[in-house]
C-alpha cells in the first residue's frame, strides 16, 4: 500500500505546507493536474491540500473527477486561506460549497494559514481582490488581503502531521505475541 499527499495551489502557500509534510513522512507528493487515476491506484492514505480563491477550493475539480477513485481511502484534506482560523462557519462553507458530502463526510479536514503577496499575483487576481473589497468593505480582514501577509509557518502543522502519524501507524500489522507456557 502506499500513501500520498496531492495538493493544488497558486502561488506556493499549499505548495510549502504539502513540501514540509512531505519532509517530515516521507511521502511523495503531486500537484493534482500530475496526479492521475494510475497514480491513486493502492493508495492508502490520501492528504489533500488545498487554497482558497473567491470561495472555492482550488482542489475542487481534481476531487470531483476523481471521486470513484478517493472511495475507500483514508482521507486527510488541509486548507490554506486568508480567512482567520476563528472564523469556523466561513471556513466550513467553503469546504462544503466545492467538495461533495461523500467526501466531506469521510475527511479529517485541517485548516491553515496562508500567504498573499500582492506585488507577485497575476493582474486577473489583483483585479479580482479589489473587485472583492468593493463588496466586502473596509473591514481589518479585507485591508490584510490588499496589503498582504504571510502566515505561513511549519509549526501550524502540528495536529495534521499528528493525525498523519496515527493513520499510518494504524495501517502496520500488529506485531505477532507468542505466548509460550
Ligand atoms: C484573488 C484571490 C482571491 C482569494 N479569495 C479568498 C477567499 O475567498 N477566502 C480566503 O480565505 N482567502 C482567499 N484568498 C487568499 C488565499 O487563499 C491565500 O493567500 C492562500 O494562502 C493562497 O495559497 P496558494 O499560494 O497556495 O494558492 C484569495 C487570494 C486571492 C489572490
Known amino acids: 500500500m502506499k500513501n500520498l499527499i496531492v495538493y493544488q495551489g497558486k502561488y506556493g502557500a499549499t505548495e510549502q ?7 517530515e513522512f516521507p511521502l511523495p507528493v503531486y ?3 500530475s496526479c492521475d487515476a494510475n497514480e491513486l491506484e493502492q493508495t ?21 473527477k476523481y471521486l470513484n477513485q478517493l472511495y ?8 490554506v486561506s486568508g480567512t482567520p482560523l476563528s472564523e469556523k462557519e466561513t471556513l466550513l462553507k467553503y469546504v462544503n460549497s466545492s467538495l461533495p458530502e461523500q467526501i ?11 500567504r498573499l503577496i500582492y506585488n507577485k499575483l497575476s493582474w486577473k487576481d489583483r ?7 468593493i463588496f ?12 498582504g501577509y504571510d502566515d505561513v509557518k511549519k ?18 500489522p500488529s506485531s505477532m505475541t507468542t505466548v509460550i507456557g
Open 17 to 23: 505546507y504539502a513540501q514540509w509534510l512531505a519532509e
Open 31 to 33: 500537484r493534482a493536474e
Open 44 to 64: 492508502g492514505l490520501l492528504v489533500m491540500g488545498s487554497s482558497v480563491y473567491i470561495g472555492k477550493l482550488q482542489i475542487s475539480r481534481w476531487v470531483n
Open 72 to 79: 475507500g481511502k483514508q482521507l486527510i484534506l488541509f486548507v
Open 104 to 114: 466531506t463526510d469521510r475527511c479529517r479536514i485541517f485548516y491553515l494559514p496562508g
Open 127 to 133: 483585479l479580482l481582490l479589489r473587485i472583492a473589497s
Open 136 to 147: 466586502t468593505g473596509t473591514s481589518r480582514e479585507n485591508k490584510k488581503m490588499l496589503r
Open 155 to 172: 509549526e501550524h502543522l502540528a495536529a495534521i502531521s499528528s493525525e498523519i502519524s496515527r493513520l499510518l501507524k494504524e495501517q502496520q
